[in-house]
């Protein structure tokens, strides 16, 4: 008898960024469903969370022509679409027929709140990361830029240098609100819930129906109830790389960050009890964090859902990990700029906000939130999604 078939996996083109695992993890899951072949930046770099794909690199094509024809893609996941390089590959993919997809990454919240931490941005990591792509080891964007966009496309390039200069000297939020380029608008946004497709709908101005609402995956892998660790009680604090990152967003100087470290320390031994820092993957190489017996810092653990469960309480800013903080623990942020995040947890009386520059132990009030619930749909998992809502949605026909 003749043997069954075997059908071939649908394969995507992912122009994402691979440096930091929890970015990839999402693409580990679907690796038995799906091919993927990742663009993580210009040459290779290292770490590279990726290297169980196959990689390939801009500085490896002349065109995007050329890209699409030797990769042959089913479709196209992007990060985001704001670099010359995406814009063009997004909208030479799309006049190919070829489906293209913006999937998120982290809570995403509104312009307002983007807007204003740009405007607290020191450097700006997008002109450096421009700059830097034109001149790294010969490869120029501009020239490969020219070799696609071809005949009447030519008049692109124009909307792209425009773009990318109100990106420099403004911001890359500014021009995206205030510069809305077909060339940017992908064919669908993969949004974990409507909360997190606000962004799109006020830069982009995406419709309901451009939006697939697929949940977070990383997130959902929290909602399993833990056992308990037996260590000695400790409070928990989320930590955001507000001081020192790769992209030159920095926020608040290292001295405020130490002294707020050991302010909470203070209240810690106050306590008696521990207190755990879970450092964001920018500052796992810091060197000028505060050494204390009482300090104990996290970099890669492999269940940190069971230490958030653990803890007496949780603190934290306003990154995707206080979710489950607030599901499952009376948590405290700290404000420091406008949170479109902090700005819902308050509304819903989910988190105490307090004040990053002046707050007083004791204002501290360790409530617990009483509907849990609401965070998961809210946030996490909206009602009618499943397991497999993602899969669901990359493989729906063209």
Known sequence: MPSKLVKEKKHFLVIWPTIRRDWVSTFYKLEDQFRFTFIPSTFPQEPNFADCFECRYWSEFSSVQQLLDEVKPDGVIFMSIESGLSMATNYLAQKRGIRTFILQHGIFTNYKDYRNREKLWRKNSLARETKDSKVQKGFSTLRFLKKSLIGTDRFKLLSIAIYTKLQQKVGPYWAAKHLPLSIKKANKYICYSPFNATIHRETDRVSEHEISYVGSHELMNYLKKEEPLTDKPFYLH???????????????????????????????????????????????????????????????????????????????????MVIPAVYWKPTILFKITYSGLQEELGKMGAAQILDFHDFQFSQFSFQKFENPQLIKTYFIQPEGVCDDSLANCLNEPT
């Open 238 to 320: 989320i930590d955001q790389a507000l001081a020192q990152n790769s992209f030159g967003e920095e926020t608040v100087s290292r001295e405020a960050m130490i002294g707020f470290y050991q302010k909470l320390n203070d209240y810690c031994l106050s306590q008696q009890a521990s207190l755990y820092i879970k450092l964001h993957p920018e500052s796992y190489k810091s060197d000028w964090l505060p050494k204390h017996d009482n300090i104990h810092y996290i970099r890669h653990v492999d269940n940190f859902n069971q230490i958030i469960q653990s803890a007496l309480g949780c603190f934290g800013f306003y990154s995707t």
